[in-house]
């Protein structure tokens, strides 16, 4: 690296020499003009030294970082990671840094024994950064070493107390071993610091459940899905849900896929949907709106009152089409009931009075 | 009785305990000559000077006496003579020296490591006819695997997967079945994990780890036959041995990028 900065400052000083040469013997003519061009020349001497500063700044770095085994750990190129990271450690092994990143990599590379040695390594070698037990902690969890991650968890909190994913995975770790309300602490804790995060929103609505706390489970599981209402916990909060017999999120079976969306509404009487239900649409044909192989069920139930049934099912069908032009109106059959829609479960049988059911499948 | 009968019994006496003055002299010298010997053998055999010394100073110290000292020099030159690696027997006298076991036990516990080891060698050079090359390492798993219990007979059973397993893998299976065995799992479910590890060939040395989820998981009040029937899917589908704790509903950790904090729970997320 030091060769690349030479070389460039050598071909920049060649120019600067160069350029003052021709100076010195145009500025001769006249003392004015040698003024000036002696101004001219202290200018553009130090600018040419800047530049040689900034070029000397910028190169190193550029070459360090083309084969530096932190950028290839986080280019996820964890072998060669490897790979470089021992090298440097001969030449730097009290590196902290490396130490770290040596141990990031042979963790994600599974060799979880080694990492540890090295997460450990860090951890005495600058005792004051939380990620560093955070990682240790991690490699111990991937050990089965489960009392030694909560340690570095704590150790990693102890510094800053903050620390999102140390506080998380605390909960996971007190969660695993059953300590139900130590977890659900941790995952409030998170959740003070970053209301959005998933996995504490989703476990603690597994806390509850475990803690037999149903109606707070259920609070938690609405609460869950309402900010993630899609992916595979998704289909198991609004099972979950469901299983409470509350249907305020249902899952659509749409072609091979699974939706979770919440329950379509109507107001009160009537067919006029409510506005909260009409984002549901673009969110249950989005993935197949535009796919001409799908015929859509739309199955509207309302306990004794056919009209209404009927005219309801009529009213999602005109959703449909006038959100997605592409789907034609052959494509979407409309039934209706005056019965109760019936729901199996958690084993248990549901009625429910008013409802909307969406199925699509392929022609 | 006369003075001359008097003088008689004494000069006797006093002969009869110089007697054994000398002959115990004799006997200490003869002792002193054997462990000389033992020692420039063992000094011949490539015995390092650390051992040589960490034995000969237990012996001065009085804790060991030196019969002692010959039977663990003997041991040692025994064990190099037959191409054996000194290491374990080294760390066997130094573990037993610093818990203070008596020499005889530490003596029975080498002679039963330099038994196990020639069994396993031998087995392991029958078994696989130079198709595999084994290591030191392999060698001492399974060493290992009889000193947590695994009797001959099941490790000759173990061998009949040989040539077709690799030894590290044959050593993991060892040492799972002798771990597991002793935390209580029935015979019936250990033979059954074991068996799927090997005919799938998914036992890899992490699977080491294996017994440390089944005592996580029966603290958590999962059967063992649930854990059983997890660990065969893993093992069916070459899974690591992490992937155990999901199956059985534990929490996951994301070892390379850590927790997802804005994004939507991953599909290999949290099993409830």
């Keep these: 690296m030091y060769d690349i900065d030479n070389k460039y400052g050598l071909k920049i000083m060649k120019q600067i020499f160069r350029k003052m040469h021709l100076m010195e013997l145009t500025v001769i003519s006249t003392t004015k003009q040698t003024i000036k061009a002696q101004k001219r020349y202290l200018i553009t001497a130090i600018l040419c030294i800047c530049l040689i500063h900034i070029i000397g700044e910028i190169i190193p770095s550029f070459a360090k970082t083309e084969n530096n085994g932190i950028t290839l750990f986080k280019q996820e190129k964890y072998l060669l990671a490897v790979s470089t990271l021992s090298k440097e450690l001969i030449t730097h092994p009290a590196d902290p840094d490396i130490n770290y990143f040596m141990g990031r990599s042979l963790l994600a590379i599974n060799r979880v024994d080694k990492a540890i040695i090295y997460l450990k390594e860090a951890t005495k070698l600058s005792q004051d950064i939380p990620d560093y037990y955070f990682w240790l902690g991690v490699g111990y969890w991937a050990n089965m070493e489960f009392e030694n991650e909560k340690e570095s968890y704590l150790k990693a909190l102890k510094i800053e107390p903050d620390h999102l994913t140390a506080n998380l995975y605390l909960g996971h770790n007190y969660m695993d071993r059953n300590k139900w309300k130590a977890a659900l602490s941790q995952y409030d804790r998170v959740l003070d610091i970053d209301p959005y995060v998933p996995e504490a929103l989703y476990n603690r609505a597994l806390v509850f459940r475990y803690l037999k706390e149903k109606k707070n489970e259920k609070k938690a599981w609405l609460f869950y899905l309402n900010k993630y209402n899609y992916g595979k916990w998704a289909l198991r909060a609004t099972e979950a849900l469901n299983g409470y017999g509350d249907f305020s999120y249902r899952i659509y079976l749409l072609g091979p896929r699974k939706i979770v969306a919440p329950a379509i509404e109507f107001e009160q009487g009537g067919s006029i949907l409510k506005p909260n239900s009409m984002p549901v649409f673009q969110h249950l044909f989005k993935k197949i709106g535009n796919n001409t192989d799908y015929l859509i069920h739309v199955i509207a139930y309302v306990k004794g009152n056919h009209n209404i049934a009927k005219s309801r099912a009529i009213a999602i069908k005109a959703q449909i089409l006038e959100a997605f032009p592409t789907i034609e109106a052959s494509s979407v059959m409309v039934s209706w009931f005056d019965i109760s829609e019936k729901i199996i479960a958690n084993g248990q049988t549901y009625y429910l009075t008013e409802s909307i059911d969406v199925i699509s499948v392929k022609k | ?272």
């Design chain 2, 1 to 272: 009785m006369n003075v001359h009968y008097k003088i008689t019994i004494l000069s006797v006496s006093i002969l009869l305990v110089l007697a054994i003055i000398i002959g115990q002299g004799t006997a200490n010298a003869d002792q002193k000559k054997m462990v000389i010997s033992a020692v420039e053998t063992a000094r011949r055999q490539g015995i390092s000077e650390e051992i040589i010394s960490n034995i000969l100073a237990y012996s001065l110290d009085g804790k060991n006496n030196k019969s002692h000292s010959i039977h663990l020099l003997s041991i040692l030159i025994r064990v190099s003579e037959a191409g054996i690696p000194l290491n374990p027997f080294d760390d066997k006298i130094n573990e037993g020296f610093g818990k203070q076991i008596q020499p005889e036990k530490i003596e029975k516990s080498l002679n039963k490591l330099f038994d196990n080891y020639v069994f396993v060698r031998d087995m392991l050079d029958k078994a696989y006819n130079n198709s595999w090359v084994y290591s030191e390492k392999d060698i001492l798993a399974l060493v290992e695997s009889m000193d947590y219990g695994l009797p001959r007979n099941e490790l000759r059973l173990l061998f009949e997967w040989a040539p077709a397993i690799s030894p590290e893998m044959l050593s993991t299976a060892a040492t799972n079945k002798a771990l597991l065995r002793q935390i209580s799992i029935d015979d019936k479910l250990i033979d059954s994990i074991i068996y799927t590890g090997l005919s799938n060939q998914s036992l890899t040395p992490r699977w080491l780890l294996f017994f440390k989820v089944v005592v996580a998981a029966e603290k958590k009040g999962i059967s063992s036959t649930k854990i059983a029937n997890a660990a065969k899917d893993v093992l069916t589908q070459k899974g690591d041995v992490g992937k155990i704790l999901e199956k059985l509903g534990f929490t996951s950790r994301d070892v390379r990028h850590g927790p997802h904090i804005d994004s939507p729970p991953s599909a290999n997320g949290h099993s409830p």
